[in-house]
């Protein structure tokens, strides 16, 4: 299973990127889908996740509104939209496929991950 993650960059605060992570290897259709990110110094966080089939989205408090997943599963990809963006935001963002057991919220739900893309946003 392959997860490439890419879309971050240097973006000043109120600025939007559009991360996409492309999956191979696995019936993506099948998988739920989720973001998380880290910090220098802190632990990986939550983001976002969606359902397999894209019906259901969950966000973490502090980017809800802001930021948008998504997924084309034709093409085996899922998205996050990143607006309005904040110092705060300033992370490694990852890209996970979930199991079939666990909370959406907790990365050890999570079977496989993506190398990570760097967002970084300017004050």
């Known amino acids: 299973v392959q997860l490439q993650a890419s879309g971050g960059g240097l973006v000043q605060a109120g600025g939007s990127l559009r991360l996409s992570c492309a999956a191979a290897g696995l019936t993506f259709s099948g998988n739920a889908m989720g973001w998380f990110r880290q910090a220098p110094g802190k632990a990986r966080e939550f983001v976002a996740a969606i359902s397999s089939s894209g019906s259901s989205t969950y966000y973490a408090d502090s980017v809800r509104g802001r930021f948008t997943i998504s997924r084309d599963n034709a093409k085996n990809t899922v998205y996050l939209q990143m607006n309005s963006l904040k110092p705060e935001d300033t992370a490694d963002y990852y890209c996970?496929?979930?199991?079939?057991?666990?909370?959406?919220?907790?990365?050890?739900?999570?079977?496989?991950w993506g190398q990570g893309t760097q967002v970084t946003v300017s004050s």
């Open positions: 996970a496929a979930k199991g079939f057991v666990g909370s959406y919220y907790y990365t050890n739900s999570y079977d496989y």
